[in-house]
């Protein structure tokens, strides 16, 4: 067998565009893949690091990384944690075995992210969550009953979240209609 190599990294990697979101039961309407997810999240983290001053490169790099288990593990809801167990640290060493440097950064960049004692990783944590909601709004607004049943029953978001100007964001979220920007644009070209 070929030695592994940052090539192959790459391929793994691009297979989070096929594993399906699934932090929800009974939303069968969510099409989005973890990538999906990733990207959305790091456009979210970017905005808040800059709302609260903090090192943008480290929490763009902690957002990208954010969920690098789960084309191993899978993205699993809560019900199905309750049953699996996700050996993620293991997967952790298996992605990371033969990529040399880059795979001890990729280790220590997921276990700081895990670990959650930085500011900028708690900031990805909220913009994770709220790109969670982001999706379930934007579900909900297009006719998800499930959607719409999940935002009621979780818990205040504000208690979950770590930093003010999510807070903030979130609540502008829930305020704005999800296809207000189809409007924008096109009374700028009017």
Same mark, same amino acid.
């Given at each position: 067998?070929?030695?592994?190599?940052?090539?192959?990294?790459?391929?793994?990697?691009?297979?989070?565009?096929?594993?399906?979101?699934?932090?929800?039961?009974?939303?069968?309407?969510? /099409?989005?893949?973890?990538?999906?997810? /990733?990207?959305?999240?790091?456009?979210?983290?970017?905005?808040?690091?800059?709302?609260?001053?903090? +090192?943008?490169?480290?929490?763009?790099?902690? %957002?990208?990384?954010?969920?690098?288990?789960?084309?191993?593990?899978? +993205?699993?809801?809560?019900?199905?944690?309750?049953?699996?167990?996700?050996?993620?640290?293991? %997967?952790?060493?298996?992605? %990371?075995?033969?990529?040399? $440097?880059?795979?001890?950064?990729?280790?220590?960049?997921?276990?700081?992210? $895990?670990?959650?004692?930085?500011?900028?990783?708690?900031?990805?944590?909220?913009?994770?969550?709220?790109?969670?909601?982001? /999706?379930?709004? $934007?579900?909900?607004?297009?006719?998800?009953?499930?959607?719409?049943?999940?935002?009621?029953?979780?818990?205040?978001? +504000?208690?979950?979240?770590?930093?003010?100007?999510?807070? %903030?964001?979130?609540?502008?979220?829930? $305020?704005?209609?999800?296809?207000?920007?189809?409007?924008?644009?096109?009374?700028?070209?009017?």
């Amino acid at each position: 067998m070929k030695k592994k190599s940052f090539a192959d990294f790459v391929y793994e990697m691009g297979a989070l565009r096929q594993i399906r979101r699934t932090p929800f039961l009974n939303i069968f309407d969510n /099409t989005d893949s973890v990538a999906d997810h /990733t990207f959305r999240t790091m456009l979210i983290a970017y905005y808040l690091a800059g709302e609260e001053g903090l +090192d943008i490169e480290k929490v763009l790099t902690y %957002a990208l990384f954010h969920d690098t288990t789960e084309v191993r593990c899978g +993205d699993n809801f809560n019900i199905q944690k309750k049953y699996i167990k996700r050996e993620e640290k293991s %997967a952790v060493e298996d992605i %990371a075995e033969g990529l040399g $440097e880059f795979g001890e950064r990729l280790k220590a960049i997921l276990e700081k992210y $895990e670990d959650r004692q930085e500011p900028e990783t708690k900031l990805v944590k909220d913009a994770d969550i709220i790109e969670l909601y982001t /999706t379930l709004l $934007e579900n909900s607004y297009n006719g998800s009953k499930y959607s719409a049943k999940y935002i009621e029953k979780v818990a205040p978001f +504000d208690e979950m979240l770590h930093f003010k100007s999510s807070v %903030a964001l979130l609540k502008n979220l829930f $305020e704005t209609d999800p296809d207000n920007f189809v409007d924008q644009i096109k009374a700028q070209r009017v």
